[in-house]
């Protein structure tokens, strides 16, 4: 039997352990820091909060569900898609919960990992921790301070005053955005303050009815077909930001027109329209947040924050914005990838120290010196454009064939240096010139480096990861 152990179990570490158990001779654990699986779907329970990529994209391919409410569902009926996926492939007993791993340590042989409910050994480690997992506070001067209620949008809980509140949200990302339009008009007040306005577009957004599911259960490759056609659609939007001019100005067109239409205010409509090339942040599909902005009881200020305050934010105009609820809307340390657990491979190295520069990996699964180490959503395999499920299942299947290798084999898996360094170079040439060096976002790190995010399309990651070549490995 080989052991394997996957660390997390959101859509990237079910998707793997989904594949993994295809071949019974792999014993897969997963260790789970919570008591519910999920991820970022478990962690995110603002209102508003639900996916901006269409079901049909943002769900596994080999799990099409016949009963999505709608092409852009919320949270809730996403987290029980992945519970129901789960307990159908039968992953879910394979879950060891409130178990958060410490420490991955590669004894040369096999992987000694330390966790808070006990240590486990296991031949291969698969860490599948995402992206977004750790929320980003900035700390700002005084925020000790602070008498009310402050929480970051990923930390929402149901007991979060709204109604009749003064609430203060930081950040216009893609959790503001949608949360925002879900409180307003519940909230006496809400005070948005805004660093950069974002791009966005209008969100095709409709309710799928009785008629659309019947026609699912009885036909499904009719659900294949509807996601083809998403496919089609992210596709432009994917062009619009890898560089063809055609479709970015298209885009860009639709966006201007929804602020045009949305936003009357010629001075709100001015705070609103993005300075920064479109698509180096996140692009924003949305129909509600342009005009929750311009209600009466919602105001957007564009003044620097210098300092929380007692009662609320201080503003570098000197203007004081009291508030009983503060959100941090700021988003997630993505660029740290596997910090906080500290992973030591071949010969003692530290993979922080391996990473300081930056995270990097071939094809975003294997690092030179952690042998038998596979990573699921790892270094350079975001998309701001398409599902990361796409590639969560072409790094499982990559993953169950590295696997395979280390079972028939002698010897541990380990990237060669030289692959991997010049895989890296090619990724980070590409990306030297891409829109994602344009502004300043989570997908780079400090120095610059765009850690995050794959630079081509979707396809061709799936093509250069279909297959492992044993050539790849020592
Ligand atoms: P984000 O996109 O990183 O946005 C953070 C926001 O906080 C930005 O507007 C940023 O301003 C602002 N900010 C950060 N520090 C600040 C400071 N010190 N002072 C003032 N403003 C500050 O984070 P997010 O909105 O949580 O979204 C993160 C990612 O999660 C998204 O890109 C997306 O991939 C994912 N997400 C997806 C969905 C979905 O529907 N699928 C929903 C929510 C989130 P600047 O722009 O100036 O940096």
Known sequence: MTRIV?????????AAAAELIKDSRNDVTILEKADRIGGVWRDNTYPGCACDIPAPLYSYSFAQNPAWSRRFPPHQEILTYLEKCAADLGVTELIRFGTEVTAAEWDGSRWLIS???GALKADVLVPAVGQLSRPSVPSLPGAETFRGVAVHTAHWTPDVPVEGQRIAVIGTGASAIQLVPAIAGRAAHIDVFQR????????PDRRYGRARHYAYRKVPVLMQASRAGTWLLTLVTGAAVTGNRIADRLVRGVSNVQRRIQVRDPALRAKVTPDEPMGCKRVLFTNAWLPALARPDVDLVTEKIVAVTEDGIRTADGVDHPCDVLVYGTGFAATEFLVPIRVTGRDGVALDDVWREGAHAYLGV??????NMFLVYGPNTNTGNTSVIYFHEVQARYIAQAVRLVAHGDK???VRAERAAGYDAEIQSRLAGSVWT????????????????WPGKAQEYRRRAARVDRSDFR
């Open 366 to 371: 294997t690092v030179p010196g952690f042998p």
């Open 6 to 14: 996957i660390i997390g179990a959101g859509f990237g570490g079910i």
């Open 196 to 203: 950069t306005p974002p791009w966005t577009l209008p969100k």
């Open 115 to 117: 966790t808070t409910g």
């Open 412 to 414: 541990p898996l380990e």
């Open 438 to 453: 344009g502004c300043q976002s989570w997908y780079r790190n400090a120095s610059g480096r765009v850690v995050t995010n």
